[in-house]
């Protein structure tokens, strides 16, 4: 937005006309009263929230000396408030998105609310994941309905926890497919939002959920091989990171897909440079075959068909192509483990070395930090997984911590002379 000074600026300079900066200052003046208040947002969502418990607590003081009919009808009052409620904001036009996100997130509270007490009433049986999926499909049509940001993130805290319930809690059985159909129902939303809002807050935040919730439900697949995991979940990181090209934010915490995906790289490397990993990988019976097996590969290709799709392949590439060595060693090491755990080892210390160069060359430090990092994990690692004295062991410390600080001085000092 342009302030009153360089608006003057540029009528002084002949560059605009005076009836063309007041219409400039007056359309930035509308687009500002426009947009949502963040704190507003906030503090109507926790106001909602407030009243939804406090209302519950009044009524548990009473509950039991209340009739079955006085019951029934207490359980649906707060749903059909909620619903007049929602009416009214949006009514009033889809711009009050305070309004309208903190009435939707009581509606939903609402909502589960009535539904545990008419089963609390009337004794009608059921599991915890049906009452949640229930839950999330009276639920989702509000995203489209008020076009609204945190029912989206509440449908999808709501089947993320129905994808766990269901799958971890019938291992090698029972798949949550209802859970892929309400992630694949949520996408169209999520993409007009990255589209209209790419630096809004409910962006970001589904940034972070989107990736968190499917790296939680991936795990359901394991039955039988569930080693396979292990590079299924590599190439999940992998797709984090290709999307990671193209939701950039401003800080590092606005991009949810880079921080996962490369905590998933991260911590997959790290357990395959120990030889417990590659011993359990070559003790995997029918190694080729299994459901993890199949969803490894379709990961694999789904992350050159995303790649292709947002048209950041030269960018990506280093990433798509680590996810397909590190398919290559995983099958490598059922072979010759003692090998792939020695590459798996030098390829955590090159990707320290190489953030560490990097950061170095750039002058950033928290990417040569990281580098540090990498290669302390490494260190660290092989400490307890090798016959090292103690004396060696204080010494290495000593000598990589004295680089470290001696690294962040050099890079401080040079920062002040620029």
Same mark, same amino acid.
């Given at each position: 937005?342009?302030?009153?000074?360089?608006?003057?600026?540029?009528?002084?300079?002949?560059?605009?006309?005076?009836?063309?900066?007041?219409?400039?200052?007056?359309?930035?003046?509308?687009?500002?009263?426009?947009?949502?208040?963040?704190? *507003?947002?906030?503090?109507?969502?926790?106001?909602?929230?407030?009243?939804?418990?406090?209302?519950?607590?009044?009524?548990?003081?009473?509950?039991?000396?209340?009739?079955?009919?006085?019951?029934?009808?207490?359980?649906?009052?707060?749903?059909?408030?909620?619903?007049?409620?929602?009416?009214?904001?949006?009514?009033?036009?889809?711009?009050?998105?305070?309004?309208?996100?903190?009435?939707?997130?009581?509606?939903?509270?609402?909502?589960?609310?009535?539904?545990?007490?008419?089963?609390?009433?009337?004794?009608?049986?059921?599991?915890?994941?049906?009452?949640?999926?229930?839950?999330?499909?009276?639920?989702?049509?509000?995203?489209?309905?008020?076009?609204?940001?945190?029912?989206?993130?509440?449908?999808?805290?709501?089947?993320?926890?129905?994808?766990?319930?269901?799958?971890?809690?019938?291992?090698?059985?029972?798949?949550?497919?209802?859970?892929?159909?309400?992630?694949?129902?949520?996408?169209?939303?999520?993409?007009? *939002?990255?589209?209209?809002?790419?630096?809004?807050?409910?962006?970001?935040?589904?940034?972070?959920?989107?990736?968190?919730?499917?790296?939680?439900?991936?795990?359901?697949?394991?039955?039988?091989?569930?080693?396979?995991?292990?590079?299924?979940?590599?190439?999940?990181?992998?797709?984090?990171?290709?999307?990671?090209?193209?939701?950039?934010?401003?800080?590092?915490?606005?991009?949810?897909?880079?921080?996962?995906? @490369?905590?998933?790289?991260?911590?997959?490397?790290?357990?395959?440079?120990?030889?417990?990993?590659?011993?359990?990988?070559?003790?995997?019976?029918?190694? @080729?075959?299994?459901?993890?097996?199949?969803?490894?590969?379709?990961?694999?290709? *789904?992350?050159?068909?995303?790649?292709?799709?947002?048209?950041?392949?030269?960018?990506?590439?280093?990433?798509?192509?680590?996810?397909?060595?590190?398919?290559?060693?995983?099958?490598?090491?059922?072979?010759?483990?003692?090998?792939?755990?020695?590459?798996?080892? *030098?390829?955590?210390?090159?990707?320290?070395?190489?953030?560490?160069?990097?950061?170095?060359?750039?002058?950033?430090?928290?990417?040569?930090?990281?580098?540090?990092?990498?290669?302390?994990?490494?260190?660290?690692?092989?400490?307890?997984?090798?016959?090292?004295?103690?004396?060696?062991?204080?010494?290495?410390?000593?000598?990589?911590?004295?680089?470290?600080?001696?690294?962040?001085?050099?890079?401080?000092?040079?920062?002040?002379?620029?």
């Amino acid at each position: 937005m342009l302030t009153k000074e360089e608006l003057e600026e540029l009528v002084s300079a002949g560059i605009i006309s005076q009836e063309k900066a007041a219409e400039i200052d007056a359309y930035f003046h509308q687009k500002e009263s426009e947009r949502p208040n963040r704190i *507003l947002i906030a503090f109507g969502i926790l106001g909602a929230l407030l009243v939804g418990l406090g209302i519950i607590l009044l009524v548990a003081h009473n509950w039991d000396h209340l009739s079955r009919s006085v019951k029934t009808m207490i359980a649906f009052v707060p749903v059909i408030t909620s619903q007049v409620l929602v009416g009214y904001a949006l009514w009033k036009g889809r711009h009050h998105r305070t309004l309208i996100e903190s009435t939707v997130v009581l509606l939903i509270l609402s909502v589960g609310a009535c539904m545990a007490l008419v089963s609390q009433i009337y004794n009608i049986p059921g599991t915890i994941s049906t009452f949640m999926m229930t839950w999330v499909l009276l639920s989702a049509p509000l995203v489209y309905i008020a076009h609204s940001s945190m029912a989206s993130l509440l449908v999808l805290l709501g089947i993320t926890y129905y994808g766990m319930d269901v799958g971890y809690n019938h291992r090698g059985g029972q798949l949550p497919y209802a859970y892929w159909g309400i992630i694949l129902v949520l996408l169209p939303y999520y993409w007009k *939002l990255i589209k209209d809002y790419p630096k809004s807050n409910f962006t970001v935040f589904h940034h972070w959920f989107f990736p968190g919730s499917i790296a939680l439900t991936l795990g359901v697949f394991g039955a039988e091989q569930e080693f396979w995991l292990f590079p299924a979940y590599m190439s999940l990181s992998v797709i984090c990171l290709v999307l990671a090209e193209k939701v950039r934010g401003e800080s590092l915490f606005q991009n949810g897909y880079q921080v996962l995906g @490369f905590a998933g790289v991260f911590i997959i490397l790290l357990l395959s440079t120990f030889d417990f990993f590659w011993d359990e990988v070559r003790e995997m019976d029918r190694f @080729f075959a299994g459901r993890e097996f199949i969803l490894t590969l379709a990961l694999s290709v *789904l992350s050159v068909i995303v790649s292709l799709l947002l048209k950041n392949i030269s960018k990506s590439s280093k990433w798509i192509i680590s996810g397909f060595l590190f398919l290559t060693l995983f099958v490598f090491g059922r072979y010759f483990p003692t090998i792939a755990q020695v590459v798996a080892n *030098l390829a955590m210390m090159f990707l320290g070395v190489f953030y560490l160069r990097a950061g170095a060359r750039t002058g950033r430090l928290a990417k040569m930090n990281l580098g540090f990092l990498i290669i302390m994990a490494v260190v660290l690692s092989r400490f307890f997984d090798s016959e090292i004295s103690f004396v060696l062991r204080g010494l290495i410390f000593v000598i990589i911590g004295m680089a470290f600080f001696a690294a962040n001085y050099y890079m401080m000092k040079q920062k002040a002379h620029e």
